[in-house]
């Protein structure tokens, strides 16, 4: 298990929110992700009557949404609080598993992606901004990578342990990994509730009432900004890619004649894999400098071609070159990210 980072004792009323809002981030962070449907989703979606080709154009759909949604949320978490943001993303999760239950047509599930994409979108960045802003306020921002390293360990251990469930709930229920799922978003977005919203001098008030123009004046800073345009254009291709490429994991594993009972311990290594790069993330930053990203998409590229070549159940660890990529996603750009503000 991740071993915790030490002494986030503060004296004062201001420390002792930041702790609370550590200890919370901890808590919100086991849950915030922790849905049981990666061994069994396409398997699901396949007895709901969808075609693959459907199943990926749903995949299409998640990703412009993802594109469309990421200026507006982010000037909403500016504007609103990183708080709301993360409630709402939570929310909204919970509901979009509840689509996919009752959905039994095309359009159903599109509404469903719709629904999650703009959950994500809360979400992404928002939890990890509410954190920096918190040691920010009290001139601590340089525990910030450890405190999201320890926290995004957590969360991937927890995802480990759900892609074993997943195989044998859904045996016993198809739904079940959903009704699970929902729980767990519902757990996270009542920790949430916890949080307390840092003050950071500056960042409040400068827009007054005027959303659009706060969403107007994100977009012009991005544009003006070339690292952070870089980082976010990466952002949302390594997602589209990610994603595309999770679809094909059980095809490809079926394809192989692997047992549908072998595809949650399968699953469960891919995140511990993910887990142990994300924790040695600063040791492969070190190795790679200013190449990092590069190294990312290339570990992506060279597990695409593998899979491709290799028609046997081997090839299956070629995926573990796509999860050292995820495991390395977050850290690496929320690092980047933060270094520009």
Not at 152 to 180: C, D, E, T
Request: aromatic fraction near 14%; charged fraction near 15%; include cysteine.
């Amino acid at each position: 298990m991740p071993q915790q980072p030490k002494n986030f004792s503060d004296k004062g009323g201001i420390g002792m929110s930041i702790t609370r809002n550590i200890k919370t981030y901890y808590i919100y962070s086991i849950f915030s992700d922790l849905l049981i449907l990666g061994p069994i989703l396409v398997l699901f979606l396949t007895a709901k009557g969808l075609s693959f080709t459907e199943i990926m154009l749903l995949q299409s759909v998640a990703a412009i949404s993802v594109v469309i949604f990421e200026v507006p949320t982010g000037a909403f978490a500016d504007k609103f609080g990183r708080k709301i943001s993360i409630l709402i993303g939570a929310i909204l999760w919970a509901v979009s598993l509840s689509i996919y239950i009752i959905g039994n047509e095309f359009p159903v599930f599109v509404l469903a992606e719709i629904t999650f994409s703009l959950g994500a979108t809360l979400k992404s960045g928002a939890d990890t901004a509410l954190i920096y802003d918190s040691l920010k306020s009290i001139g601590r921002e340089k525990e910030f990578q450890s405190i999201e390293g320890y926290a995004r360990s957590l969360s991937l251990y927890a995802q480990a342990i759900g892609s074993i469930i997943a195989g044998f709930v859904y045996k016993v229920n198809i739904f079940l990994p959903f009704y699970i799922s929902i729980g767990f978003m519902l757990i996270a977005a009542i920790t949430t509730l916890n949080f307390i919203e840092p003050s950071i001098e500056g960042k409040e008030g400068k827009y007054g009432n005027n959303y659009f123009k706060q969403i107007k004046e994100s977009g012009i800073y991005i544009a003006r900004h070339e690292k952070i345009k870089a980082i976010m254009m990466f952002s949302m291709i390594f997602f589209i890619f990610y994603r595309a490429g999770f679809w094909f994991f059980q095809p490809y594993m079926e394809s192989v004649e692997i047992p549908v009972e072998y595809f949650g311990i399968i699953f469960f290594i891919f995140n511990i894999v993910a887990v142990i790069t994300s924790k040695r993330c600063h040791l492969i930053m070190e190795k790679t400098k200013s190449r990092t990203l590069s190294f990312m998409a290339f570990l992506i590229i060279v597990s695409f071609v593998l899979l491709g070549i290799i028609r046997i159940w081997i090839g299956v660890l070629a995926i573990l070159l796509q999860q050292m990529a995820r495991g390395l996603y977050r850290p690496v750009t929320t690092k980047y990210t933060s270094l520009q503000d």
